[in-house]
């Protein structure tokens, strides 16, 4: 199969992402463990109808669609990172018969992951016999044989018996395949393998035996490194002998990947025996497992943070070593590898950090070059490999405890020694569980509590209420989880509310690669409700790497920089920090008033303007000009609103053409380098949002969506790369504004208990036949923020303008509690019989005119002037 081709425009960005895969935390979030930290000023909560006090035990889900990812606040480390090139499950990911722990590590702006970290058999008594299986095709490149056919623009070399694939800059896509054509019995030699021990950007591997004009994916665009298995009878259906095209994808230009081996080859024995059943469960403060052997015996277990630098895995095991068998603990590793007997250490260190396992005092370590050769029990090599596997007897007593140690390059490198030697103590691992578990509690105790999950206006299609209620929660569990620590070996000295932590997305500014420019802010903007330092010190953060041209680094997106500094300011009072980042600021949005367009890597089209970026920064300016207003820049009040009745002007000239089919764009091209474009619908309808919009262009944008409106489908008749979250909440809220209100309640409805069946938060959502999946980047900032947001709409309160807004949609009669503005608290209720939104807590002041508010539906309503606590 030919690779998948990024379509020309940002029409298809998320396909694009998915080929690529002081201030710090002195104030983390409140009450972390070990720490002290200062949240936003919250009061008493009240629970939603017939949701008990949420806890660590709402949240938790067993069964196929769980997370396996974990992590926990201003942490490098995530434990089961996910591949989003990848379109299987994180359960397929990350669990198996062998309850693989793999982990990754943010270091010098690198996002590095270790898979199969560790990893668990039985071994049976007695000693193995490894035989090796038959090999049908052996390449370990030595040379480059002459047989291998690249594709033009692929550089294909082989040093120190590596080889070594790139594209250049002037390779004429970003991908491009190395072929070797191969005549195998399939029947005998089923099994596909390729050492892979460094990849930059992407890689794939493919069979085509010239029967279809598409290739068959073995391995799809992944990022990851080590050893890798297929089967080739069950990928493809062959049998018997068959003659095909072996094809290794290189992704991304500039991005070397680097393969040791590929063979074909019969299927493996194994000697060890991974488990005949498991299971797992996920909750925020623990990975649990449990598992039993063919061979006898049984193990349950968990893996845990012990602190922001450390792992643990306990084990627990069960009649495992009747008639002396044992446990054998094993990992994948690639880097240089040290071994401390007496301490019972074993440390892998790589050019940007090392991670140390306790294995155990005085046990002998074996090393191994493959998988096959692990599970066959040999042979083994010695010294250890530059990577391979490295494998240890453990005796099968009650419990068994491991720490996992990490340090980043700079570091002291006995600090990850330290780390595992103080995570694998037995009496702390569970003193350390109970931490995590009230830590959580403790943090879903202080978020804004909404009292009303129920979706009246849509089919439940198997979603409850309390379905919603654990996925709210589970919401702010990955945004408090995804806050990492400031970067000092690159000299970022701030905390960021990474584009999604265990995705492993690193593509943002340097400094700060793992923030998106949109993504992280929209994160931001509600981690103020839960730790306003954090919240701002991540929004400093990213305004620091603002140059003097005004341009931030990394990939280019729709501006949303003056909204959150607007919403920060609102929901903490800080006005400060407001003054502070407002230079930054205006650099900032006066050269994205010059660029309108995605930029990132080798995509600039300089004539292309983008109507999601267009709108989006017109919202901008207008928040621009209250912060203008609010830090003494009187000049720049009228400067703002100047510049966004401009780009208004040429919005509606781009984007609103009187002749031809399509009577709203997506993309203009001022210089004709392109075909105009009419773009995707929902990234265009964030116009609805727009102040002041002529109502001929806003009819059109009503039109547009109506067309696609379908009240009854999967995310009311859209998916990718429609779904997401900006565009569907701006969508919303110009839907709300517009008069459309019962299809915006719809609207809202569908994508909160889409966003629920999919199961992940994710960058984009999609509706295909089998129900709502999330991709893109995933998990992803984007999903939590999305559903956060409409829960609260459906409770009356909007938090998208800075000031609150109330609204009443059909039929809602719920509310939230624990909101924070200007640092005081807010409490919101719906009386829907009497038509009335009843307001508490400090932020307002004043009798019943001040908090007792007549809204009609639909209608977006403010605190009344007089009533707002001053200071």
Same mark, same amino acid.
């Given at each position: 199969?030919?690779? +998948?081709?990024?379509? %020309? ?23 972390? &463990? ?17 949701? @008990? ?31 989003? #090139? ?55 490149? !030595? *040379?480059?044989? &002459? ?49 892979? +021990?460094s ?24 990022s ?20 095909f ?30 488990a ?22 049984a ?11 450390s ?48 294995v ?18 040999? %042979? ?5 490999? +530059? ?23 700079? *570091?002291?490198?006995g ?26 509690n403790?943090v879903?105790?202080?978020v ?26 589970? /919401?702010?569990?990955?945004? /408090? ?45 509600? =981690? ?9 010190? /991540? ?59 995605w ?10 303007? !983008? ?15 209250r ?58 309808? @964030? ?12 009819r ?38 517009s ?11 569908? #994508? ?23 991709t893109?980047?995933? +998990?992803?900032?984007?999903? /939590?923020? #999305? ?7 459906? #409770? ?7 000031e609150?807004l ?23 209720? =719906? ?35 007089g ?5």
């Open positions: 199969m030919i690779a +998948p081709e990024p379509t %020309p425009g940002r029409g298809d960005i998320h396909s694009r992402r998915a080929l690529l895969g002081g201030v710090a935390g002195a104030a983390a979030l409140a009450a972390l &463990p070990g720490h002290a930290g200062r949240a936003a000023a919250a009061g008493p909560a009240t629970l939603a109808r017939g949701i @008990t006090k949420p806890t660590t035990d709402l949240l938790a889900v067993t069964g196929p669609g769980q997370p396996r990812w974990l992590s926990v606040p201003m942490s490098r480390i995530v434990a089961n990172p996910y591949d989003f #090139n990848q379109t299987t499950s994180e359960v397929v990911q990350n669990s198996g018969p062998e309850l693989p722990l793999s982990a990754g590590y943010y270091a010098h702006d690198e996002a590095n992951r270790v898979p199969s970290m560790l990893m668990l058999f039985r071994r049976p008594p007695g000693e193995p016999h490894p035989e090796p299986p038959p090999v049908a095709f052996d390449d370990d490149f !030595d *040379e480059l044989a &002459p047989e291998w056919e690249a594709e033009p623009g692929v550089s294909a070399q082989v040093v120190d018996s590596r080889l070594t694939m790139v594209l250049p800059d002037d390779a004429p896509n970003a991908w491009g395949a190395l072929s070797h054509t191969l005549t195998v019995d399939v029947d005998a030699f089923p099994v596909v393998t390729i050492e892979v +021990p990849v930059a950007g992407a890689w794939a591997l493919k069979v085509n035996d010239g029967s279809a004009p598409v290739d068959t994916v073995l391995q799809g665009d992944t990851g490194a080590g050893s890798f298995s297929y089967d080739l009878t069950k990928a493809t259906g062959w049998s018997g002998v068959q003659t095209s072996l094809r290794l994808f290189v992704v991304q230009k500039n991005a070397p990947l680097v393969v040791d081996r590929i063979t074909v080859q019969g299927q493996p024995t194994s000697w060890l025996e991974p005949e059943r498991f299971s797992t469960t996920w909750r925020p403060e623990a990975l649990e497992f449990s598992a039993s052997y063919a061979g006898g015996g193990v349950r277990g968990r893996d845990q943070f012990h602190d922001a630098g792992l643990t895995r306990v084990l627990t095991v069960d009649g495992l070593g009747v008639g002396g068998a044992s446990l054998q603990l094993a990992g994948r590793y690639v880097g240089q590898v040290s071994h401390e007997p007496d301490r019972g250490v074993l440390t892998v260190s790589t050019d940007t950090f090392s991670y140390s396992i306790c155990g005092a005085r046990r002998t370590v074996e090393f191994f070059a493959s998988e096959t050769d692990l599970r066959a029990g040999g %042979p083994t090599v010695s010294p250890a490999p +530059p990577s391979g596997y490295w494998s240890v007897r453990a005796p099968a007593r009650d419990t068994t405890v491991v720490g996992v140690g990490f340090v980043y390059r700079g *570091e002291d490198p600090v990850s020694v330290a780390r595992a030697l103080a995570a694998s103590e037995p009496a702390v691992a569970g003193r350390d569980l109970r931490r995590w578990r009230d830590y959580w403790s879903l105790a202080r804004p509590h909404p009292r009303d999950f129920a979706l009246p206006a849509v089919a439940a299609d198997g979603v409850t209420a309390e379905d919603v209620a654990s996925t709210y929660y589970r /919401a702010w569990h990955f945004l /408090a989880a995804n806050l990492l620590p400031a970067g000092p070996e690159v000299g970022f000295s701030y905390p960021q509310v990474a584009t999604g932590k265990p995705s492993m997305w690193n593509f943002g500014a340097p400094g700060s690669r793992p923030s998106a420019s949109w993504d992280s802010l929209l994160g931001i903007q509600y =981690l103020a409700y839960l730790d306003a330092d954090a919240a701002w010190g /991540a929004f400093q953060g990213l305004m620091s790497l603002v140059d003097e041209s005004g341009k931030l680094g990394g990939e280019s997106l729709p501006s949303r920089k003056a909204q959150t500094a607007w919403i920060l300011s609102s929901v903490t009072g800080d006005q400060g920090r407001l003054a502070a980042i407002y230079a930054d600021l205006r650099r900032y949005l006066l050269w994205a008033e010059a660029n309108p367009r930029i990132f890597g080798d995509h600039d089209i300089p004539d292309e303007r !983008d109507a999601e970026f267009v709108a989006s920064l017109i919202i901008d300016f207008g928040y621009a000009e912060i203008a207003a609010a830090v003494g820049a009187d000049a720049d009040i009228a400067f703002w609103r100047r510049h966004a009745a401009d780009l208004t002007r040429d919005y509606l000239t781009w984007f609103f053409p009187t002749t031809g089919t399509n009577r709203t764009l997506q993309y203009h091209y001022l210089d004709g380098s392109h075909a105009d474009s009419a773009g995707n619908t929902l990234w265009v309808c @964030t116009g609805l949002h727009l102040r002041n919009l002529p109502e001929g262009e806003s059109l944008l009503r039109d547009r969506f109506l067309a696609g409106f379908d009240p009854t489908a999967t995310l009311a008749g859209w998916g990718f790369p429609d779904v997401k979250a900006p565009d569907v909440t701006f969508t919303a809220y110009g839907l709300l504004e008069g459309l209100t019962e299809q915006a309640d719809v609207f809202v409805q569908a #994508n909160v208990r889409d966003i629920v069946r999919a199961g992940m938060f994710a960058e984009v959502y999609d509706d295909p036949p089998g129900g709502p999946v999330g893109g980047v995933r +998990p992803s900032m984007f999903g /939590a923020v #999305n559903l956060i947001d409409f829960v609260w709409l459906r #409770n009356g309160y909007r938090a998208d303008d800075g609150p109330f609204v009443r949609l059909p039929s809602a009669d719920g509310g939230v509690s624990g909101l924070t503005h200007a640092g005081d608290t807010l409490n919101v209720d =719906l009386d829907e019989m009497a038509g009335l939104v009843l307001l508490s807590g400090r932020a307002v002041r004043g009798g019943q005119d001040c908090r007792r508010l007549a809204v009609p539906i639909g209608v977006s309503t403010a605190i009344p002037e009533c707002r606590r001053e200071g």
